[in-house]
């Protein structure tokens, strides 16, 4: 069973278009991420929620808008899409903020033309 | 300053050869250290966690932690091709983000 699943794996759009990834979590964590890798492996987090609630918010334009319907679940919208926002996203849980492990998904490669 | 740095390499190395990785950081309230392993067109998953400064070996792992230095190291022993990956060194202080260094990409050949 894959612990923190991504949908879409792969998403290939056009500038302007508004795009929605979903991220599941079968672990029973409460507390999950957003991360974006750009072309040059940098891994940098977007948002934090906690038991649906946000803990942390990066420097992300509004853009973006991540939604927790339930623990087990984060997805992000993206809306209006730049190329800049070509990248690789990354969904992540740990059992709690303090908690030492953060198991990742297998991210979604988008790619905004 | 950046808060991690890491050389983004690439590294190549022989079959059998010992691997050495590092990280430095600035920020002097990390207190919890990991590195992750990147295959390629896959997510990162935690190879190795140290809490404060010492030493933790995991089979041909061991990663290492100065804190005094603010420096991190993980050391492969008997590298193998299966290890070629991108390794991540990552720290936060308490339940605070994880902070990630650029990444460096290792290439163990047969």
């Known amino acids: 069973d894959t612990a923190v699943s991504q949908t879409p794996k792969y998403l290939v759009t056009q500038m302007g278009n508004d795009k929605s990834i979903k991220c599941e979590q079968n672990?029973?964590?409460?507390?999950m991420y957003w991360y974006k890798q750009d072309s040059k492996k940098f891994l940098k987090i977007m948002f934090s929620?906690?038991?649906?609630?946000?803990?942390i918010n990066e420097t992300v334009p509004n853009r973006f808008s991540p939604k927790s319907p339930d623990k087990a679940h984060l997805n992000l919208h993206i809306n209006s899409l730049e190329l800049g926002d070509s990248a690789v996203y990354f969904c992540?849980?740990?059992?709690?903020?303090?908690?030492?492990?953060?198991?990742f998904g297998p991210g979604t490669r988008l790619t905004v033309t | 300053q950046k808060e991690v740095e890491q050389d983004p390499g690439p590294l190549s190395v022989p079959e059998g050869a010992i691997v050495s990785l590092n990280c430095t950081y600035s920020?002097?309230?990390?207190?919890?250290f990991m590195w992750y392993r990147q295959y390629s067109r896959k997510g990162p998953e935690l190879l190795m966690y140290?809490?404060?400064?010492g030493n933790k070996e995991d089979g041909r792992f061991t990663a290492q932690v100065d804190k005094s230095s603010k420096y991190i190291s993980l050391f492969i022993r008997d590298s193998q091709p299966s290890d070629s990956a991108t390794y991540l060194c990552?720290?936060?202080?308490?339940?605070?983000?994880?902070?990630f260094g650029k990444g460096t990409k290792l290439t163990v050949n047969p």
């Open positions: 992540a849980s740990r059992i709690t903020p303090e908690g030492n492990e953060q198991y």
């Open positions: 672990l029973g964590h409460d507390t």
């Open positions: 929620y906690n038991n649906k609630e946000l803990i």
């Open positions: 920020n002097s309230a990390f207190q919890y």
């Open positions: 140290t809490y404060s400064s």
């Open positions: 990552a720290m936060r202080s308490g339940s605070e983000k994880l902070v």
